[in-house]
């Protein structure tokens, strides 16, 4: 499986001018380039390196391999589409191998090429970035993103074989709390709610204004949005996959191409929920889940909130409110996504052949 695995670069002030200078170059002779083997009819990276190679070093000042790597980067831009020449913004990443960049201090500090020579970098990297690099495979590309120097690398991670799981962790994503599991568990959504709406009202007055730097502001806004909502899906992800690889169980989550049609929320909860990417959620769940070898079992979402998971009565009138669960058949009282995760759970239990007495489950 691959994954990229971002590594941040500690350069003095000093040092990301330099960077900024490198990278400036190699797109613009990268530009310059495209341009030319366009012209010229070479797409090819063999062609284009017989023919400006030379010209790469001298017009534009690359080493040696800087040349090959911007060669290499132009050839796979014409791969994508060989009608236009690209043009390469000046902070466009660049890609970097272990002749032009070495992790030197124990992984602690990178050497690399810049225009001024061979510059030293401290690095700094989580357990989670260590364990992927131990994976790394071939280049790595040189990244500024919002003003912060990464090097992205991508990283083959052996998968772990799936296990057999036996019982499920039934998870529900999103009627009241942003995800219920069938142990009890509730991920809440409280805080990202705050955030969310603090987002939305501040959009709302961006709006109202039009202007062009209102524009600007509502895009940098809608930015930092996806990028909360990137991160919160990734804790949520991580907790719900450290549960159920703990216990030996696998995960049950609904089918969620009927997750919107079946949530019949409120106006006010209805914006709410759809501008939650569950589908993000779901994903990451299903690849944190496939490094652990934890099964992911997809199950039918019909009736989960209004089902009994004491009883299997069915009926509308077991919700009273949004967040309650309420059965009129037999009484049993709680949470509505926690209930509706534990029906999750049940299903699994059903599809993968094990059925269980509804009172065992309920104990
Ligand atoms: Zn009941």
């Given at each position: 499986?691959k994954?990229v695995a971002a590594?941040?670069?500690l350069p003095?002030?000093?040092?990301a001018?330099?960077?900024?200078a490198t990278l400036?170059?190699?797109n ?6 495209a341009?030319a083997?366009?012209?010229a009819?070479?797409r090819?990276q063999?062609?284009?390196h017989?023919?400006?190679y030379a010209e790469?070093?001298?017009?534009f000042g690359l ?9 290499a980067k132009?050839?796979?831009a ?10 390469f913004?000046p902070d466009a990443?660049?890609?970097y191998d ?9 992984g602690?500090?990178?050497s690399?090429?810049?225009l001024?020579g061979?510059m030293?970098l401290?690095v700094?990297m ?10 790394r495979?071939?280049e790595?590309?040189l990244?500024l993103v919002?003003?912060?120097w990464f090097?992205a690398a ?13 019982d499920?962790?039934?998870v529900?994503?999103g009627?009241?709390?942003l995800?219920?599991d069938s142990d ?6 409280a ?7 603090r987002?939305a009202s501040r ?7 039009g ?6 502001c509502?895009?940098?806004?809608a ?5 909360f909502?990137?991160h919160?899906?990734?804790c949520?992800?991580k907790?719900?996959v450290?549960?159920?690889e703990?216990t030996?169980?696998g995960?049950?989550?609904e089918?969620?191409k009927h997750?919107?049609?079946r949530v019949?929320?409120r106006?006010?909860q209805?914006?709410?929920?759809h501008?939650w990417?569950?589908?993000q ?6 690849y ?9 079992v997809v199950?039918?979402?019909?009736y989960?909130?209004q089902a009994?998971?004491?009883?299997g ?5 077991n919700?009273?409110?949004q967040?309650?669960f309420?059965c009129?058949s037999?009484g049993?009282t709680?949470a509505?996504?926690?209930?509706a995760a534990r ?5 699994a239990?059903?599809v993968?052949g094990t059925v ?8």
């Open positions: 499986m994954l590594v941040k670069l003095t002030p000093d040092q001018r330099c960077l900024r400036a170059r190699c613009e002779a990268a530009t310059w380039l341009a083997g366009h012209a009819d070479m090819r063999f062609d284009m017989k023919m400006a790469m070093r001298t017009r080493a040696a391999q800087m040349a090959v790597r911007t060669i132009v050839a796979d014409f791969k994508v589409n060989r009608t236009v020449a690209p043009v913004r990443a660049q890609p272990e002749r032009i960049l070495r992790f030197v201090q124990d602690a500090a990178v690399l090429w810049t001024e061979r030293v401290p700094v989580g357990e989670h970035q260590k364990r992927l690099m131990a994976f495979k071939g790595v590309d990244c919002r003003g912060k090097l991508t990283c083959d991670v052996p998968e772990t074989e799936e296990f057999q799981a036996e499920w962790l039934g529900d994503l009627i009241v709390t995800a219920a009890g568990r509730v991920y809440s959504g805080d990202v709610e705050r955030v969310r709406s987002l959009k709302a007055g961006l709006q109202r204004r202007t062009k730097g209102a524009k600007r509502l895009r940098k806004l930015g930092k949005e996806s990028r909502r990137k919160t899906n990734h949520l992800s907790v719900i450290q549960t159920t703990r030996g169980r995960i049950a989550l089918d969620l997750i919107r049609g019949t929320a106006r006010s209805r914006s709410r929920l501008s990417s569950f589908a959620l779901r994903a990451f769940v299903a944190k889940a496939k490094r652990v070898g934890a099964p992911v199950v039918d979402p019909r989960t909130s009994c998971s004491c009883c009565a069915i009926d509308k009138r919700r009273p409110d967040a309650t309420s009129l037999c049993h709680e509505a996504d926690t209930n029906n999750i759970r049940q299903r239990l059903r993968r269980m007495a509804p009172d065992v489950l309920a104990a």
